[in-house]
């Protein structure tokens, strides 16, 4: 378990379009790139090993990072044959991006404030409002109509946060709605935010259908 005052100041940034990463969720990833290989190996040296996952957005011909993003703890590694690097990272906590540097490294490092989610330091979180029936005859409808499976046992006996977490964090959503998950407040915000997605997406998928 981290405390504020255990975590860094500066954190390599691996900005990856459309790859979510919440506290506790794990994310594995592909490392091919130089850059984000000398990442790596500078990661593995330090005792906190994390990485800062943010995602991109895109303004006409430029890209700058968003203003919030989440670091994860580097909990999986393995080298392949060629020198690729497969990975795992478990979420810690949220940040707000101050400030981004470059030219020392390949990869650029990010100055980050931790304050504002404390809160995801303290442990899982569970969801009062979560009715789970509802929840899953709803999500239902969405996997049918994109033509999506999934292990619907194990969905059910998920905690909580592992169900809205892993969701929001698999399905396939634009970039600019994984940043609106990643930065609700807390996780019945999350779930209700994710509701209202997949609401919109079954409304535009046929015009008629709804949550309602």
Known sequence: MYNLIDLPDAIPL?????????PRGTLPLHIFEPRYLQMIEDC?????????MILPREHGEE?????????GRLTGFSETEDGRYLITLTGVSRFRLMGARDGFTPYVVGEV?????????????????????????????????????????????????LLINSLSMLMPLSPEDKQALLET????????????????????????????
């Open 113 to 161: 404030d931790w304050e504002e989610f404390a809160g995801d330091l303290r442990g899982p979180e569970h969801d009062a409002g979560l009715e789970r029936e509802s929840f899953f005859r709803i999500l239902s409808r969405f996997f049918e109509a994109n033509g999506m499976e999934t292990d619907w046992d194990s969905l059910e006996d998920a905690e909580d946060e």
């Open 185 to 212: 407040p807390n996780l019945t915000v999350r779930r209700e935010t994710l509701l209202t997605l997949i609401d919109f997406a079954l409304r535009s998928g046929d015009g008629e259908e709804s949550l309602q």
């Open 44 to 52: 593995l040296k330090t005792p906190e090993r994390l990485i800062g």
């Open 14 to 22: 691996f900005p990856l379009p459309g790859a979510l990463l919440l």
């Open 63 to 71: 890209a700058e990072l968003a203003p919030i993003g989440c670091a």
